[in-house]
């Protein structure tokens, strides 16, 4: 026997999953991880026998309720679901992955579509931040044609706009969890910045790299990768955040000076390997470390003029864009606007199914504790 789990397979941004209401999953958590660690076919490196795509920009998860909350229309909370170990993340945010829940909760029911526009108001459960989605429904419904591209996508589609309404100290309360704009460990000058996603930077030469180099070049240096973690690690205990083994967060990039035409190159790490492409919630928070005077990324950053500047990152699968605007000083940071634009696509409605020896579903948890 197997569960029927309702469930719309989406990709948001540059990442795909399963997107669930909350309220079709089990209540406790235990058996809500059991749950997506069936649905996505894990532990496996194949994820043969679920929807994980075996990467780790496709082995993520949206869970999405009606908001009780003043300031949101719906509640969303993310999980990273490990593709060789039996374990499900929800420390992080995933900025791609949030672009879909703006539509999924319209189509839904959960936010009534307006004409023109509708902004879904999003609160994190993840990071406790507020994000609005500008979601495109002309006539009162969700459209996905468009003609913005973005890195990392195939093709065109409707813009979404994504605003962090809330994004400094999202896991640490502050801006700058250390107190300082630079830190060094173990020889290495680093910033621990933390705007949408707490994030360790440091300059790729200091970790013998250029910094232009591509995800496999960088996936198969084991030493480099080895050190980078004992770097993370340390940084993790210094910014409040206790031991990270085993965890995704903090995150850590390496910068350099960008030769494409945007302001800055980046390697974004997930945190064991290298993305294929950016995270956006990291690509806010670098953009942060680049404003923020006394980071390792000044002196790297060629920076538009301007506190509201559009901050282009480089990656390895080309650029991202994140709208950025910053007044004040580290110490007293007024962060106005921290914001970028992505794409998203419904791909598949129907019914995710799991063994019912994990879990029979809700009437028959409801019948079993009555």
């Given at each position: 026997m197997q569960t029927r789990?309702?469930?719309v397979?989406?990709r948001g941004?540059?990442?795909?999953g399963?997107?669930?209401?909350?309220s079709?999953?089990?209540?406790?958590?235990p058996?809500?991880?059991?749950v997506?660690?069936a649905?996505m076919g894990?532990p496996?490196k194949?994820?043969?026998?679920g929807v994980?795509?075996?990467?780790t920009?496709t082995?993520?998860?949206?869970?999405?309720?009606?908001s009780?909350?003043?300031?949101?229309?719906?509640?969303y909370l993310?999980a990273?679901?490990?593709i060789?170990k039996a374990f499900?993340?929800?420390?992080?945010?995933?900025?791609?992955?949030?672009?879909?829940?703006g539509p999924?909760a319209i189509e839904?029911?959960l936010v009534?579509?307006?004409d023109?526009?509708?902004?879904?108001?999003?609160?994190?459960?993840?990071?406790d931040?507020?994000?609005h989605a500008?979601?495109k429904?002309?006539?009162?419904r969700?459209v996905?044609?468009?003609d913005?591209?973005?890195d990392?996508v195939?093709g065109?589609a409707?813009p979404?706009?994504?605003n962090?309404v809330?994004?400094?100290?999202?896991k640490?309360?502050?801006?700058?969890?250390?107190?300082?704009?630079?830190?060094?460990?173990?020889?290495?000058?680093?910033?621990?910045v933390d705007?949408?996603?707490?994030m360790?930077v440091?300059?790729?030469?200091d970790?013998?790299k250029t910094?232009?180099?591509?995800?496999?070049?960088l996936?198969?240096?084991t030493?480099?990768?080895?050190?980078?973690?004992t770097?993370?690690?340390?940084a993790?205990?210094?910014?409040?955040?206790?031991?990270?083994t085993?965890?995704?967060?903090p995150?850590f990039?390496l910068i350099a000076?960008p030769?494409d035409?945007?302001?800055?190159?980046?390697r974004y790490f997930v945190?064991?390997?290298?993305?294929?492409?950016h995270?956006?919630?990291g690509g806010l928070?670098?953009?942060a470390?680049?404003?923020v005077?006394?980071?390792v990324a000044?002196?790297?950053?060629?920076l538009?003029?301007?506190?509201r500047?559009?901050?282009?990152i480089?990656?390895?699968?080309?650029k991202?864009?994140?709208?950025f605007?910053?007044?004040?000083?580290a110490e007293?940071?007024?962060?106005r606007r921290?914001?970028?634009?992505?794409?998203?696509r419904?791909?598949?409605e129907g019914y995710i199914?799991?063994p019912s020896?994990?879990w029979a579903?809700?009437?028959?948890?409801?019948?079993a504790a009555?």
């Amino acid at each position: 026997m197997q569960t029927r789990i309702p469930c719309v397979l989406m990709r948001g941004g540059t990442s795909k999953g399963p997107y669930f209401l909350t309220s079709d999953l089990p209540d406790d958590v235990p058996t809500r991880d059991k749950v997506l660690l069936a649905a996505m076919g894990s532990p496996d490196k194949r994820q043969i026998d679920g929807v994980g795509g075996a990467d780790t920009l496709t082995s993520k998860v949206a869970m999405i309720s009606k908001s009780k909350r003043p300031d949101a229309d719906v509640d969303y909370l993310f999980a990273q679901v490990s593709i060789e170990k039996a374990f499900v993340d929800t420390n992080p945010n995933c900025g791609n992955i949030i672009s879909g829940v703006g539509p999924f909760a319209i189509e839904q029911g959960l936010v009534k579509a307006q004409d023109g526009e509708t902004t879904v108001r999003i609160f994190n459960v993840n990071t406790d931040a507020i994000v609005h989605a500008a979601v495109k429904t002309p006539g009162g419904r969700v459209v996905y044609d468009g003609d913005t591209a973005i890195d990392g996508v195939p093709g065109t589609a409707a813009p979404i706009s994504l605003n962090f309404v809330s994004a400094v100290g999202s896991k640490t309360g502050k801006l700058l969890p250390t107190g300082k704009p630079k830190d060094v460990i173990d020889g290495i000058e680093v910033s621990c910045v933390d705007v949408a996603m707490p994030m360790v930077v440091a300059r790729a030469t200091d970790f013998g790299k250029t910094g232009y180099e591509t995800k496999a070049e960088l996936d198969a240096d084991t030493a480099m990768l080895a050190r980078l973690e004992t770097v993370r690690q340390k940084a993790s205990q210094l910014m409040g955040m206790g031991d990270a083994t085993g965890k995704v967060v903090p995150k850590f990039c390496l910068i350099a000076k960008p030769r494409d035409g945007g302001h800055i190159t980046s390697r974004y790490f997930v945190p064991q390997n290298c993305h294929a492409t950016h995270a956006v919630t990291g690509g806010l928070c670098l953009a942060a470390a680049c404003v923020v005077p006394g980071t390792v990324a000044e002196g790297i950053a060629a920076l538009p003029p301007g506190p509201r500047r559009t901050i282009v990152i480089e990656h390895p699968a080309g650029k991202l864009g994140t709208e950025f605007e910053f007044h004040g000083t580290a110490e007293k940071p007024d962060i106005r606007r921290a914001a970028f634009i992505r794409t998203a696509r419904r791909l598949f409605e129907g019914y995710i199914l799991v063994p019912s020896s994990i879990w029979a579903g809700k009437q028959a948890t409801r019948a079993a504790a009555e």
